[in-house]
């Protein structure tokens, strides 16, 4: 058995420990196509948020109070870039972190393609699963936003002039308190899938839409050419897991970029964004939290399961409901 999960952020980085301890039970393989959309260049490093979160996570290096990041972090860098004034000084990379960033560049200064840096950093952490990042290629996901430049602890102000900015700078600097008009995907028209990436969904017995942001790290991974239509082929059937309980995300910004989109915050907002395979779009089953399940998506398989991943056995019980799906 062969299992794909489309995956990104803290969400998408726990529910692969489930899809891993499901896939060890039954001896299925299991390859994860990641969200590339929040890379950034920092200080002159190549920053790969979700693929690190993916990686430190089922490796047990991730800190699992803030959910992302190293474990037992430490700061010094970050305060002595503070005390030159290097700009910027919203986005703080921890010290062990910045170990993996600088591997990562020297092999891409190299020449080395993404995938293959994500193979060669992954065998420090034995991931247990394959990780692809979702394109080798520059994809990053911007805000265009109204009013960007006031301090992040002010109030919020609007302006005429639009301006696009990275979506980390948005959310981690603006902390998503700005008007925001939309997302694009920079990139993305002359991106490609990355080696492998075609191949998983194509001999895929199922693919997994994690319950990740719907907004900022699925629809990143879609909007890479080709992706999209190889999931409308597929031969396996799709199934989503919905990051909606309840009428709020469990944790992180969905709601506020679901708002920028003018989705209804709801597990059946985000399956009917999501649409069924049978009318062009994405799903075949949509699991969703047991608060919500009177949910009706037009044309899919709704079912609903506890889905707080509140340790590796709750998440994995949350897998197996989900394949019950297929």
């Not at 911007?142 to 980390?168: N, Y």
């Not at 925001?180 to 080696?195: C, E, I, S, W, Y």
């Not at 199922?206 to 907004?215: M, R």
Request: charged share 20%; aromatic share 6%; glycine share 12%.
């Amino acid at each position: 058995m062969h299992i794909v999960v489309l995956a990104g952020g803290i969400g998408g980085a726990r529910f692969l420990v489930g899809v891993r301890a499901y896939a060890r039970a039954v001896g299925a393989e299991v390859t994860a196509v990641v969200n590339v959309g929040d890379d950034l260049r920092l200080h002159g490093l190549k920053v790969c948020p979700d693929l690190d979160s993916v990686m430190y996570t089922l490796g047990g290096g991730a800190d699992p109070d803030r959910g992302w990041g190293r474990v037992a972090e430490t700061w010094t860098v970050k305060s002595e870039l503070a005390a030159y004034g290097a700009e910027p000084t919203w986005f703080g990379l921890g010290d062990r972190d910045i170990a993996t960033h600088l591997v990562r560049t020297t092999m891409l200064d190299a020449g080395y393609p993404l995938h293959a840096v994500t193979e060669a950093l992954a065998a420090r952490w034995q991931p247990g699963v394959r990780v692809l990042p979702a394109t080798d290629d520059r994809l990053e996901t911007h805000a265009v936003v109204s009013g960007a430049g006031h301090d992040v602890d002010a109030p919020p102000t609007s302006t005429a002039e639009q301006r696009a900015i990275h979506f980390q700078e948005w959310w981690v600097r603006y902390r998503a308190r700005i008007d925001t008009h939309r997302f694009v995907f920079v990139g993305a028209d002359t991106a490609t899938p990355a080696p492998g990436v075609l191949e998983a969904v194509g001999s895929a017995d199922v693919v997994l839409v994690a319950p990740s942001n719907p907004v900022v790290s699925i629809a990143p991974v879609l909007a890479v050419p080709g992706l999209r239509q190889a999931l409308v082929e597929a031969p396996g059937r799709v199934v989503g897991i919905s990051p909606i309980i309840g009428g709020a995300p469990v944790r992180g910004m969905a709601d506020r970029c679901l708002e920028v989109l003018g989705v209804e915050c709801s597990a059946a907002g985000v399956g009917r964004l999501y649409g069924s395979r049978r009318t062009g779009g994405l799903l075949d089953g949509w699991l969703v939290a047991e608060e919500d399940a009177a949910t009706v998506v037009p044309e899919v398989t709704v079912r609903a399961a506890p889905l707080r991943m509140t340790d590796e056995a709750a998440t994995t019980a949350m897998v197996r409901a989900a394949l019950e799906l297929t």
